[in-house]
C-alpha cells in the first residue's frame, strides 16, 4: 500500500511538470500567499508562522496572509491546506499536532495527502504547573499527585493534540490518574492554568515566555532528554522519569499535486531565510531551533512520525479512523 500511495504521489507530479516550467516557477509569486495556521494568534505556531511569513514577505516582494484557523486540534486548517488549488499560494504550517489529528481520522495525512516542503524547526514542551500546585519539581509533582488520585486536572489545547498525549505518557509512565481538560487552544489553557481552573499542562516551548513573566506558572522539566539553550536552567523530565521524550515540530506543506517546480522555489526559499542569522536569532529567542531540509529528507521524517505515533495512539486505545 506504501509503494502504491508513493507511486500515484510520483505520477501526480510528473503531470504537474507539464503545465509548470522552470521559467515560470523562478517568476513566483505573483500575487499573494496565503499561510493557514492551524492555532490562534500569540500561540507557538502562530509566533513561528509570522517570522517565516515577515521573512519570505521580503525575499518575495509579495504580501504572505496569515490565516489563522484553530479548532478541531487542527483538522480544518489540514482540510483548507489539502482542498485548495495546487498552485503555490497556499502554504500550511504544519506541527505534530496536525499530524497526530489526521491520523486519528485516517485522512488528510501529512505524509501521504500533503506535499511536504521542509523542516522548519524543531522545539521542546515543557511540564509546568500553576499556583494552586505547590511543586517544585517533577518528582515532588509526581509524589503530590500520587497521593491525590483522580483529583487533579490537566489541560490540553484539544483532544489527541501533542499536549494531550505528553500528560496521557507521563501518567502511564508514572501511573498516575488525572482528569483530562481539553480547551479550544493554547492561551486559553495557560489562562486557566494561571487561575487554578487546571493544575497542569505540557506546552510547546515557544508559548512561554509571555506567561512566565506573570509568575503565576513554575517550569518543572523539558521534555527533551537532555537539558537545552532553548530553556535553561530547566532539567529534563526525563531525569525523573527515565525515558520520557518529546520532541515538536514545525514544518511547511502545501497541497498534494502542487507542481514539483513550485516546491522547490518555496524550498530553497525557505531554506534561505532559515538560514538567516537575524531569523535564527529570534526563533530560538521563542524556544525554536531552526532546521530546513529538502522536500524528500521532510517526507522520510513524516513516514517516520507517522509509524511513531500510530504505534502510540493504538497503544492509549484511540481507534483510528473514528475521529474523536
Known amino acids: 500500500m506504501h509503494f502504491s500511495v508513493v507511486a500515484t504521489a510520483v505520477a501526480a507530479a510528473v503531470v504537474s511538470t507539464l503545465t509548470v516550467n522552470p521559467a515560470a516557477a523562478q517568476a513566483y509569486p505573483q500575487r499573494p500567499v496565503r499561510m493557514i ?15 517565516l511569513a515577515n521573512k519570505l514577505a521580503e525575499s518575495w516582494g509579495q504580501a504572505i496572509i496569515v490565516d489563522n484557523r484553530p479548532g478541531a486540534t487542527g483538522l480544518i486548517a489540514t482540510e483548507l491546506t489539502a482542498r485548495a488549488a495546487p498552485d503555490g499560494y497556499t502554504l500550511l504550517l ?13 485522512k488528510y495525512m501529512l505524509a501521504t495527502e500533503l506535499g511536504a516542503v521542509t523542516l522548519v524547526g524543531t522545539t521542546p514542551f515543557a511540564i509546568v504547573v500553576g499556583p494552586t500546585t505547590p511543586v517544585k519539581s517533577v518528582g515532588e509533582l509526581i509524589a503530590y499527585a500520587k497521593a491525590r488520585q483522580g483529583q487533579l486536572r490537566y489541560g490540553s489545547a484539544g483532544a489527541w493534540g501533542s499536549t ?48 512566565m513573566a506573570s509568575g503565576k506558572i513554575r517550569v518543572l522539566g ?26 515538536g515540530w514545525y514544518g511547511m506543506n502545501v497541497p498534494l499535486k502542487t507542481p514539483p517546480e513550485l516546491i522547490k522555489r518555496i524550498n530553497a526559499d525557505l531554506v534561505k531565510a532559515l538560514k538567516d542569522p537575524q531569523l535564527q536569532e529570534r526563533m530560538l529567542a521563542v524556544g525554536a531551533e531552526p532546521v530546513g531540509s529538502t522536500p524528500a529528507e521532510f517526507t522520510a521524517f513524516l513516514n517516520k512520525n507517522t509509524e511513531q505515533w500510530t504505534k502510540v495512539l493504538k497503544e492509549s486505545g484511540a481507534k483510528l479512523g473514528q475521529g474523536f
Open 164 to 211: 494531550h498525549l505528553c500528560m496521557e505518557n507521563f501518567n502511564a509512565l508514572n501511573g498516575l490518574k488525572m482528569t483530562h481538560v481539553p480547551y479550544a487552544n493554547a492561551a486559553n489553557t495557560m489562562t486557566d492554568l494561571m487561575s487554578g481552573g487546571i493544575h497542569i499542562y505540557c506546552p510547546a516551548v515557544p508559548s512561554l515566555p509571555a506567561f
Open 222 to 247: 523539558v521534555t527533551y532528554r537532555e537539558p537545552t539553550k532553548l530553556l535553561p536552567g530547566v532539567p529534563p523530565v526525563a531525569d525523573a522519569v527515565p525515558g520520557f521524550e518529546l520532541y
Open 37 to 51: 495556521i492551524a492555532n490562534g494568534a500569540g500561540t507557538a505556531p502562530d509566533v513561528i508562522g509570522r517570522l
Open 94 to 106: 504544519s506541527t505534530m499536532t496536525n499530524l497526530i489529528v489526521m491520523l486519528m481520522h485516517q
